[in-house]
């Protein structure tokens, strides 16, 4: 009997070896002449037990992990006598990591095989689609309004009244953007579920433009996740094979067809309307609003544009689960997020769970704090544009608007741990220079003000004028906050601010001591 | 390491023809331009503005708008480092300090007998298993001193 083997094919699995470990148990079922199958995954999201390789038995999959190279011969050994080994996992569906958690969007991530049409239909997949296509556009809006959905990007705006906007708007041709810009570090959710389960976020933009009438799709995909752009590829290709995109799609009288954009390393134009002018062939400059994408997107069009998780909530809310999405969470943030632990930390990875846990739970029970061992001393929350929270403010509940009354922001729900080692003051410089390096200029308080702040921070950080120059920052971010029509230049501040006020010790020397020196 | 055509002005004109009929193509064809020939080479500039119908400066703009597209080849191995929060949170700072150290360029320059490029990245979405890095597109988490250095001896081959 064939032994049918589990390896990812996720970039961060594969950054780590996967693909020799794949190569390895291939060459060590040679030497012994066993019949193995192997097949290439997406990830579970355990990155720190990546590469995790799993085995089809009779009790489910078992799981092992990290595998390395060197360890191949003898998990294979393992899965085939169903031994002992020190790599053994235990059954992956009872992990306690990932028993946890609710997964909704992730549930096939890590399970089926990303190129299969065929292994996402068995796993409910197009569920979704085929009863979209029996309700019809007014009641497919009224289930993703009943859903509570939110912009997973980072505004969290409700997606109902996105597309409903779309939809009552006349046009002769509308669009469906799908914004898989994910620059923010400390963010991989929408590289996960590209790699690991690309058909539902097709499946989730196809329902979007049966809703809105839209017959054309665009995904715009950073350049720096070649894996991704492939997956979607292939995933793109074999959906059209498969009738589910194209004209008459799944039999029905609808169209809509996709396709793949690449982005060239610029980190603003995962701005919608920035993205919209990259799209179209231009400097990837933000634009005014309004007019709202919704009345006047691409080429002048209404567009329906949501980040990748947004669409890939869409299929299980589809697929009746609309009331089930809504009765998660807490107060206006419902349903789950896929909430992304990175950076120095032990247990890192992709942990989707209801809105509501705490920020403390999952640095230090879920994440099991650093990977370096040392006190965990700040959590940046957000990406870059995101707050760093101090270990006070661990009682934060992860919700939209939790974080916003605490001067933070949940973004696309990532989460970057820091040990006691970090200089804060060199993390709020950053946050200006990476303002000042991805700038698309349009602003002036941006433009300029990034740059002013590099070099505000540099002379307090050598202990120049130190509550002066501390003043001239926190002047500097208001402007930023205020005068900048996107959120780089408006939410540069929160990183800045927030480091002065929660790590203000890491600002130069104290002023008195200064004084003294003077 | 990828290898690339040296400039030819018809196969460049076949490239930009070729995705003329897309929405919105100008990226496209820098792409697929740089990806053929390594980088952008400045004639091609005017060819895709008469292409799509647009001016030179319009066509210079967007080229010059996105930290992907090279005005000049890049050296035989392309070497980028993550260098976002995530990186920076598990050490990525002093790896960069050492790969600067070992080819005696910064961030952001090739070096002088044109083997490697070592260029910044603002995330490859390998936060957890940082620090990370892209050698000639091979992606590389879990970075240390050891791996740094075996990186680094592979791009100055």
Same mark, same amino acid.
């Given at each position: ?8 094919r ?10 020799e ?22 990830s ?5 037990q ?7 038995t ?17 998990v294979l ?20 990591w ?10 096939r991530?890590?399970v ?18 085929e ?7 007014d ?66 933009m ?12 665009y ?6 996740y ?25 039999g029905?009288?609808?169209?809509f067809?996709l ?42 069009k ?23 999405y ?11 997020m ?16 209801a809105?509501g ?16 061992g040392?006190p965990?001393?700040?959590?940046q ?9 101090p270990?006070?403010l ?9 974080f916003?009354a ?16 970090v ?17 698309c200029g ?77 | ?49 008469s292409?799509l ?18 005005h ?11 260098? @976002?929060e ?5 050490? &990525?700072?002093?790896l960069? %300090? !050492?790969?600067? /150290?070992? *080819?005696?360029? $910064? ?25 990370? @890095? ?6 590389? &988490?879990?970075?240390?001193? %050891? !791996?740094?250095? /075996?990186? *680094?001896?592979? $791009?100055?081959?």
């Amino acid at each position: 009997m064939s032994l049918r083997i589990f390896v990812s094919r996720d970039a961060g699995a594969v950054a780590v070896g996967a693909d020799e470990v794949a190569l390895a148990l291939q060459r060590a079922a040679g030497s012994r002449g066993a019949d193995i199958e192997i097949v290439r995954t997406g990830s579970r999201g355990l990155y720190w037990q990546e590469p995790m390789i799993e085995v089809a038995t009779p009790k489910g999959r078992v799981a092992f992990g990290p595998v390395m190279e060197s360890d191949a011969v003898s998990v294979l050994d393992a899965m085939m006598s169903g031994g002992a080994h020190p790599l053994l996992l235990g059954i992956a569906d009872e992990i306690p990591w990932l028993k946890r958690q609710t997964r909704l969007t992730f549930a096939r991530c890590g399970v089926i095989d990303p190129r299969s049409v065929e292994d996402y239909r068995a796993h409910d997949g197009y569920k979704g689609l085929e009863r979209a296509l029996t309700l019809g556009p007014d009641a497919i809006l009224a289930d993703v309004t009943a859903s509570g959905l939110r912009g997973r990007g980072g505004a969290g705006f409700p997606t109902g009244i996105k597309w409903k906007t779309v939809a009552q708007t006349s046009a002769d041709r509308k669009y469906i953007v799908c914004n898989a810009d994910e620059g923010d570090s400390g963010t991989f959710a929408d590289r996960m579920i590209m790699e690991g389960d690309p058909f539902v976020v097709i499946e989730g933009m196809t329902i979007a433009g049966i809703a809105v009438g839209a017959s054309k799709g665009y995904i715009y995909i950073r350049s720096e996740y070649p894996h991704a752009v492939a997956a979607m590829n292939a995933a793109i290709a074999a959906a059209r094979r498969a009738g589910y995109l194209g004209a008459r799609l799944g039999g029905s009288a609808h169209s809509f067809d996709l396709e793949v954009r690449v982005g060239a390393g610029a980190y603003v134009c995962g701005e919608e309307t920035s993205l919209l002018e990259s799209l179209e062939g231009r400097r990837g400059i933000v634009r005014a609003k309004p007019p709202l994408p919704a009345h006047k997107g691409l080429f002048g069009k209404p567009t329906v544009i949501n980040n990748v998780l947004s669409f890939a909530a869409i299929p299980f809310i589809l697929a009746g689960g609309a009331k089930a999405y809504a009765d998660f969470g807490i107060g206006r943030s419902r349903g789950t997020m896929p909430i992304q632990l990175a950076g120095n930390i032990k247990r890192g990875g992709l942990f989707e769970v209801a809105f509501g846990i705490t920020l403390g739970e999952l640095v230090d029970d879920v994440g099991g704090g650093t990977f370096t061992g040392r006190p965990v001393r700040a959590v940046q929350v957000g990406g870059p544009l995101g707050a760093y929270f101090p270990r006070e403010l661990f009682d934060t509940p992860f919700d939209y608007e939790a974080f916003a009354a605490r001067d933070g922001l949940i973004g696309h729900g990532g989460i970057v741990v820091f040990d006691d080692s970090v200089d804060m003051s060199k993390q709020a410089r950053f946050a200006m220079e990476f303002c000042a390096i991805e700038s698309c200029g349009k602003c002036t308080p941006c433009r300029i003000g990034s740059t002013r702040g590099v070099e505000t921070i540099d002379k307090i950080r050598a202990g120049e004028r130190v509550a002066e120059n501390i003043a001239v920052v926190e002047d500097l971010c208001n402007t930023m906050k205020f005068g900048s029509l996107c959120a780089l230049g408006g939410f540069t501040p929160y990183p800045v601010m927030s480091a002065l006020k929660h790590f203000r010790e890491d600002f130069g020397p104290a002023p008195t001591r200064l004084q003294a020196a003077e | 390491m990828p290898a690339y055509e040296p400039w030819d002005a018809a196969r460049g004109a076949e490239i930009i023809a070729e995705h003329a009929c897309l929405e919105g193509a100008t990226l496209v064809m820098l792409h697929a331009l740089q990806q053929t020939f390594g980088y952008v080479p400045e004639p091609a500039i005017p060819m895709i503005a008469s292409a799509l119908n647009l001016s030179r400066a319009e066509v210079h703009g967007v080229f010059t708008f996105y930290h992907d597209f090279r005005h000049e080849p890049a050296g035989r191995h392309v070497l980028k480092l993550c260098r @976002a929060e995530a990186c920076q949170a598990a050490g &990525g700072d002093a790896l960069a %300090a !050492r790969a600067e /150290a070992r *080819l005696g360029i $910064a961030l952001g320059n090739t070096t002088a007998d044109e083997r490697t490029t070592l260029e910044p990245i603002y995330c490859l979405g390998l936060c957890a298993t940082a620090p990370s @890095a892209m050698l000639d597109g091979r992606l590389v &988490g879990r970075l240390d001193e %050891a !791996r740094i250095d /075996a990186l *680094l001896a592979e $791009a100055q081959r």
